[in-house]
């Protein structure tokens, strides 16, 4: 073989070729007015709008506008508990919101390089980015966009060097792109009195790993963030039931927190979870049902049976069986 082959094999086999890459997370999405209806509070949703993505996200539950908005709403009122009435928050604020009242975490990051950023995405972890929002020049925007605005990164291009935004500021706004440059030059936090356009160039790291919070209590009812996902209970509320005892005192006691057990009305069946018979509760008692051809005879279904905790069960009184 003549040599100017072998030199032409070589630089074929081993000119490195150049990669590009890209990461896309399906994302459930919902602008920051699910109803198109942009007068307050909606106007100044896009912090509990971001987070309500994440949240669904982690979750993998889809969004419509009804569940939209409820959520909304609910984290409004998160937010007015924990800081009282305002329109705009702080990275440092919605990581604090996240990380005492829903089941993931959230930590402030200064100054990330475009590699930190992909990293987090290529991980499953989407990043919410405070901005200021005029800078953005989204078109879909009204009067050159918001001041101070949040975005999710939920995705990246290489090869058209953009990333994949869910921008709640608009309608338009699930799987938005915006150029890499663009997304840094309008990196800010909120600063007030004017000063977002300066505002520390800060982004909010996301996982669905509970660990720096597992024992955090920001409802005060006597159970870590751990514990409250273990039994279902409301992050935000220290009686998620509604029955007069804080979530703890109910898990200490052996009662279900969940379950407003004292309030139970006469006429229900119940059970436990760990027992096959079957009681009726009439009048502050306990009627043992005897078989299940009883059972039937009344027109009774197993789906409407309760299961009660064997602490609220045994408290109860027992009084004549029903035996036919």
């Not at 919902?30 to 942009?38: E, L, M, R």
């Not at 938005?176 to 356009?197: E, K, L, Q, W």
């Not at 005897?290 to 309760?306: C, K, L, P």
Request: proline fraction near 6%; charged fraction near 25%.
């Amino acid at each position: 073989m003549k040599p100017y082959v072998l030199i032409a094999l070589t630089i074929v086999l081993f000119t490195p070729t150049i990669a590009t890459a890209s990461t896309t997370l399906s994302f459930p999405f919902t602008s920051q007015a699910p109803f198109g209806d942009w007068s307050e509070p909606w106007h100044n949703a896009c912090e509990e709008a971001t987070i309500l993505m994440v949240d669904f996200e982690y979750a993998d539950k889809p969004i419509d506008p009804e569940i939209a908005r409820e959520q909304l709403l609910k984290i409004f009122r998160i937010k007015n508990n924990a800081f009282g009435m305002s329109y705009d928050e702080n990275a440092e604020q919605i990581a604090r919101i996240v990380n005492d009242f829903f089941p993931w975490e959230a930590r402030v990051i200064e100054g990330p390089s475009l590699d930190d950023l992909k990293y987090e995405i290529d991980g499953g972890r989407p990043v919410i980015v405070p901005v200021y929002g005029r800078a953005l020049e989204n078109p879909y925007f009204t009067n050159g966009g918001p001041v101070y605005h949040t975005v999710i990164l939920s995705g990246y291009d290489d090869a058209a060097r953009e990333f994949i935004t869910q921008d709640p500021g608009t309608r338009r706004g699930q799987d938005f792109r915006y150029s890499f440059d663009t997304i840094f030059d309008a990196m800010h936090d909120f600063v007030p009195n004017g000063g977002t356009p300066n505002g520390p160039k800060v982004v909010i790291y996301t996982t669905k790993s509970i660990r720096d919070t597992e024992f955090t209590d920001a409802d005060n009812d006597g159970l870590g963030k751990r514990d409250e996902m273990k039994y279902g209970t409301i992050l935000y509320l220290a009686d998620s039931d509604g029955d007069g005892m804080t979530d703890g005192e109910e898990v200490k006691r052996g009662f279900i927190p969940t379950l407003a057990e004292n309030k139970l009305p006469s006429g229900t069946l119940i059970k436990t979870s760990d027992d096959a018979r079957v009681y009726l509760l009439e009048n502050g008692e306990k009627r043992h049902i005897v078989n299940e051809t009883v059972f039937f005879a009344y027109g009774w279904r197993f789906q409407d049976v309760i299961a009660v905790s064997e602490t609220f069960l045994n408290s109860l009184k027992s009084a004549e069986q029903i035996i036919k």
